[in-house]
């Protein structure tokens, strides 16, 4: 068994208000130094095969089809 | 003049969007989305708002796998004519009928209240009824309204007279509740068959309930 952990983020360069919302409210816990801050929501998916090829072209063709909406999103699979 | 009307699990502004168009005459029908076709009769196809499958994992996302949305991407490609709203904007961008993409509002709230819009092209069926630069009053009920497309995309937006609403105040100038890029509320496809936007001309039908200048709006697909 394959375990996927895929990470969907706003891409570079698309504003993340929850992100920019979030950091001002670090910012008013005087928590500093913070440069960004981003949010995304993480997938895990448990898949049938060991192969981790043949999992990473499956989950690949998740994200494209439905899992991330590419025109605004990024992912990032991770498979254990 | 037939209007098919598409539900799916969420769905809620059916039944508006039903009574409008029989205001206008339309004969109308309710489609449920697990059809695999529409019916043959259809002038116009709307996927009415709402909050399909519950705007899990995006808003449109799942919907856009229902076994009606084969006939709908098939219709559109013959020339039918289609209009989303609401929901049925996110839906038609995520089938990938509109281009861009509508992401969380700028302010993190849901948005309902009345908004004037600008009308940028009447190019096209939908608003050929309506005065370029003139402005209507219309709702606006989302918390998913943010219309985003890159540069590139806007451009073609632009040269191809697909933008067809701007959100604005009352005078027309620029006002933007929700962060969309160029302030768009409404776009189409390049063959002008296409149309999706954010705001509910369903539920500006009477003066009674604010406004009725979703009228105008509608009473372009009643020919």
């Not at chain 2, 409008?20 to 708002?49: C, M, R, Y």
């Not at chain 2, 004037?116 to 630069?133: A, Q, R, T």
């Not at chain 2, 003139?134 to 697909?162: C, M, R, T, W």
Request: proline share 3%.
């Amino acid at each position: 068994m394959t375990t996927a952990i895929i990470n969907v983020s706003l891409k570079a360069g698309v504003l993340d208000s929850q992100g920019k919302a979030v950091h001002h409210a670090l910012d008013s816990l005087h928590f500093k130094g913070v440069n960004d801050v981003r949010i995304g929501k993480q997938i895990v998916l448990k898949l049938d095969t060991d192969d981790k090829t043949v999992a990473m072209s499956e989950v690949e063709k998740m994200c494209e089809d439905i899992l991330a909406n590419t025109v605004i999103e990024d992912y990032k699979i991770e498979l254990i | 003049m037939k209007v098919t009307i598409l539900q799916f699990p969420g769905t809620n502004c059916e039944y508006d969007t039903q009574h409008a168009f029989e205001q206008l005459g339309a004969t109308t029908e309710i489609v449920w989305h697990k059809s695999e076709t529409i019916p043959a009769d259809t002038n116009l196809l709307v996927v009415a708002g709402g909050f399909s499958y519950g705007d899990y994992l995006r808003s449109g996302a799942i919907a856009r796998f229902s076994p009606v949305m084969k006939a709908v991407i098939k219709y559109a490609e013959n020339g039918g004519k289609v209009l989303g709203i609401c929901n049925g904007f996110q839906v038609l961008t995520e089938a990938g009928l509109l281009p861009g993409a509508l992401k969380r509002n700028d302010n993190l709230h849901f948005i309902s209240k009345h908004h004037h819009l600008k009308v940028i092209n009447n190019d096209n069926i939908f608003l050929e009824k309506l005065k370029k630069d003139s402005v209507v009053n219309i709702p606006i009920a989302h918390h998913d309204g943010n219309y985003f497309i890159d540069e590139a995309g806007l451009k073609d937006l632009e040269s191809n007279n697909q933008i067809l609403l701007q959100y604005t105040n009352a005078d027309g100038e620029i006002q933007n509740p929700n962060g969309s890029i160029s302030s768009i509320a409404g776009i189409c496809n390049k063959e002008k068959n296409v149309f999706g936007l954010m705001p509910h001309p369903e539920r500006a039908m009477e003066l009674i309930l604010g406004s009725d200048d979703g009228l105008a709006m509608l009473q372009g697909f009643c020919k």
